[in-house]
T-cell receptor, first 116, second 109 residues
Framework: DTGVSQDPRHKITKRGQNVTFRCDPI?????LYWYRQTLGQGPEFLTY????????KSRLLSDRFSAERPKGSFSTLEIQRTEQGDSAMYLC??????????????FGEGSWLTVV | RKEVEQDPGPFNVPEGATVAFNCTYS??????FFWYRQDCRKEPKLLMS???SGNEDGRFTAQLNRASQYISLLIRDSKLSDSATYLC??????????FGAGTRLAVHP
């Protein structure tokens, strides 16, 4: 499968614990995006990378959140000291270095986080 | 104010009905527009792009009014399989997509 893959697909954690999600984009894609989707809402932009550079971060990305893409390939999203409000689906997407379009961005299946 | 606003629904319609969804966006500089479909607990998937001249794909018709910053999606002859959430999406500059909260559609027999 050469699509965007995310791991783990599901995570249940206790409040206060740290969690990390991994995203493997399509191999030739320069851009990698993280979105968060809570119940009843659309995906909300968190951050994006072009190669290893993090070029934009949303105000939604509090100090407890950190994303990296160290070698311009896979990316990790870490949430420290999780809170119940962090329960959501975390979506990763990748695209080549062209003007963003629905035809050029590919989403992973998402990582579901439940904080209890 | 959210950048992309949609009526959350739900829209409950019988099979064969015609249903229309509306969306407004706040950034007049937005260049590209899309409708995505999202099934329960799945990732969003592109349904169709939206062009200024309006475009049709089978039972689906999308319209864009740049002057009013308004986008619409019309679904004719609704099928049970059309039940999903429909997300209005605009480009946020060159590099990212901005999603609306989605409109839920339930088609019943």
């Amino acid at each position: 499968d050469t699509g965007v893959s995310q791991d783990p697909r599901h995570k249940i954690t206790k409040r206060g614990q740290n969690v990390t999600f991994r995203c493997d984009p399509i191999s030739e894609h320069n851009r990698l995006y993280w979105y968060r989707q809570t119940l009843g809402q659309g995906p909300e932009f968190l951050t994006y990378f072009q190669n290893e550079a993090q070029l934009e971060k949303s105000r939604l990305l509090s100090d407890r959140f950190s994303a990296e893409r160290p070698k311009g390939s896979f990316s990790t999203l870490e949430i420290q000291r999780t809170e119940q409000g962090d329960s959501a689906m975390y979506l990763c997407a990748s695209s080549p270095k062209v003007r963003i379009s629905g035809n050029t961005i590919y989403f992973g299946e998402g990582s579901w986080l439940t904080v209890v | 104010r959210k950048e992309v606003e949609q009526d959350p629904g739900p829209f409950n319609v019988p099979e064969g009905a015609t249903v229309a969804f509306n969306c407004t966006y706040s950034n007049s500089a937005s260049q590209s527009f899309f409708w995505y479909r999202q099934d329960c607990r799945k990732e969003p998937k592109l349904l169709m792009s939206v062009y200024s001249s309006g475009n049709e794909d089978g039972r689906f018709t999308a319209q864009l009014n740049r002057a009013s910053q308004y986008i619409s999606l019309l679904i004719r002859d609704s099928k049970l399989s059309d039940s999903a959430t429909y997300l209005c999406v605009v480009s946020g500059g060159y590099n990212k997509l901005i999603f609306g909260a989605g409109t839920r559609l339930a088609v019943h027999p």
